[in-house]
């Protein structure tokens, strides 16, 4: 099966969230057999199915003095925060091909997190009833999909750089009272975000049985998606 | 009639909450339309419609907790 890598670099949460939808079309018609996008986002705060407004600590002219948007979507799961320094990575992936399981699919995105930090050096764990992957009691990546027609999107998000863990603040992550970490924070070194870009995107082919990963086709692929995207 | 029944969501769900629904009872639908979401703490699931027709019954409404096998709605 194969995997259409997309790298949006450094971008909006809005037209990533278009770009997700754009590409769940195309894994849906058959266009392609899946996608991976990997993004950074400028600061946001998404608020899941389950959220709880009471969950966003500060007031609107606070998020709007710092230039946080927020946006209510379709994921499961409670408040997050998205910003520069935090991978995220949405599989588009059609569980028809994989399994027909939530659970599962669940687990898979927490194996492969957990495998790509242990190659960083940092141990990490799941925790029973508590989706998502932590060191210790605190929490380095978290996880909201929706899956429609048995495909996959959103996904996991992972706490690369120390600096904008502050704005977890701003909230209550995941309606829980937990701390977040990050690898640099564990490491007390610097990650180049790439390296941890480029071991995700071995670990998502490899662990879902995924063929070659085209990373050729980005320019291609994702030039008028984007476009489409952003309209 | 074709009854909507949720289906197995994965090992370990043994229940979720609905959600949305995306037909109201008299509305027209099409098979593999979006017919109603359910959400679990961390995944939301779309059941799309089984069939065409029109809904004639909702058994369950928002916010209400419901399990695999469960009847949501009647169409027909």
Request: hydrophobic share 40%; net charge neutral; glycine share 8%.
């Amino acid at each position: 099966m194969d995997c259409k890598i997309f790298d949006l670099g450094l971008i909006q949460f809005k037209p990533a969230w278009y770009f997700q939808k754009e590409a769940f079309k195309a894994v849906k018609h058959g266009y392609i057999d899946s996608a991976l996008i990997i993004c950074q986002h400028y600061p946001v705060i998404t608020l899941g199915r389950c959220a709880n407004r009471d969950n966003i600590l500060c007031s609107n002219k606070v998020l709007a003095f710092k230039g946080i948007r927020v946006f209510e979507i379709e994921r499961g799961g409670d408040v997050t925060y998205h910003g520069p320094g935090q991978l995220t990575i949405y599989p588009i992936f059609n569980l028809n091909y994989l399994k027909k399981d939530i659970h599962w699919y669940l687990r898979q995105l927490e194996e492969i997190t957990i495998n790509s930090l242990k190659d960083f050096g940092i141990t990490s764990e799941r925790r029973p009833g508590l989706t998502g992957v932590w060191v210790g009691n605190k929490k380095i990546a978290s996880i909201g999909i929706t899956v429609k027609n048995w495909i996959t999107y959103h996904g996991v998000s992972i706490n690369i750089k120390s600096e904008d863990l502050a704005n977890f603040k701003l909230i209550t992550p995941c309606g829980l009272d937990i701390e977040m970490t990050c690898l640099e924070k564990e490491l007390g070194r610097h990650i180049a975000i790439t390296d941890l870009k480029n071991d995700l995107i071995r670990r998502f082919g490899g662990s879902l049985s995924f063929g070659s990963k085209d990373a050729s086709a980005l320019g291609v692929k994702t030039a008028p998606l984007m476009e489409e995207a952003r309209r | 009639m074709t009854k909507v029944v949720l289906p197995d969501l994965g090992e370990g769900i043994e229940k979720a909450t609905l959600s949305y629904w995306y037909f109201k009872v008299g509305e027209k639908v099409n098979e593999k339309d979006d017919l109603v979401e359910l959400a679990t703490d961390k995944a939301t699931f779309n059941l799309p419609s089984p069939a065409t027709g029109t809904v004639t019954e909702i058994f369950f409404q928002e916010g209400d907790t419901v399990k695999p096998g469960d009847t949501l709605a009647a169409i027909e």
